[in-house]
């Protein structure tokens, strides 16, 4: 890992809400190589509560394919045989004892990929999924060369999400439901991308506005975009209008 992402990790232990968290890791996947994440980590507290937490940039298309059919995004078999693993599980390893499920995944943009087990005390747990794309043998090279950086990064994740589910549930984030209008549906970062897309503003100057990159503000339009099951930017500002998830004249 080179200087810049040895200060990106640092950025991630150092976070402390889970948007800035979020922003951190997609930053430190694209220095990775990767062009998707997902973190999803079940944490327990000292009095018996459990907080999980999950975050992801996967395909908008494959979210909803899996909750149409109520499955969840990491592929049952990719996430049972990595969670039992001490080692990165590359995706190639059981691709061809599971082909049918990681195939559909390939089908939506998720080709190929590598997970990341982390193990805690009191039966806490994580795993960290970094996606490419396009699969092929450079792809596969890109990924061994990579797996000791993706194993410290899920290390670096796991420690800062533990952290932030100690401040308790309140400060996890928004509830992840596709229908209804929890008061928490959006945090506040998706919020203020939202407002300013009512606006107007492009992504650019959204992200000029808030002082982060453009590619961020389109991850959190996307996690918008799934959250309110709206086809785009302009629908899911309606279905925010109508939900009372941002008020009118902004």
């Not at 809400?17 to 997609?26: D, H």
């Not at 794309?133 to 796991?158: F, K, N």
Request: proline content about 4%; overall charge positive.
């Amino acid at each position: 890992m080179g200087h810049k992402g040895t200060v990106r990790l640092a950025q991630i232990l150092a976070n402390r809400s889970k948007t800035a968290l979020e922003e951190a890791v997609l930053l430190i996947t694209e220095e990775l190589g990767f062009r998707y994440f997902m973190f999803c980590g079940r944490f327990s507290q000292p009095r018996g509560a459990t907080h999980e937490v999950r975050f992801d940039n996967f395909p908008v298309h494959w979210h909803r394919y899996c909750a149409d059919r109520g499955r969840d995004i990491l592929p049952d078999p990719l996430r049972r045989l990595a969670l039992q693993e001490v080692t990165p599980l590359p995706w190639k390893k059981i691709a061809a004892r599971h082909s049918r499920a990681l195939a559909k995944a390939s089908e939506f943009g998720l080709a190929t990929g590598v997970s990341c087990s982390v193990h805690g005390p009191r039966g806490q747990w994580s795993l960290t999924s970094f996606a490419l794309a396009r699969g092929g043998s450079a792809a596969e090279r890109r990924i061994l060369a990579t797996l000791p950086d993706c194993q410290l990064v899920a290390c670096a994740i796991h420690y800062a999400a533990a952290r932030i589910a100690r401040r308790g549930a309140d400060r996890l984030g928004p509830l992840r439901r596709l229908d209804g209008a929890p008061s928490r549906l959006l945090s506040d970062r998706e919020s203020q991308c939202l407002i300013l897309s009512a606006g107007g503003k492009t992504t650019s100057e959204i992200g000029q506005a808030l002082q982060i990159s453009e590619r961020t503000v389109a991850f959190h339009l996307s996690n918008v975009r799934r959250k309110l099951g709206a086809a785009n930017s302009r629908h899911a500002v309606t279905k925010a209008f109508s939900l009372k998830l941002i008020a009118a004249g902004l």
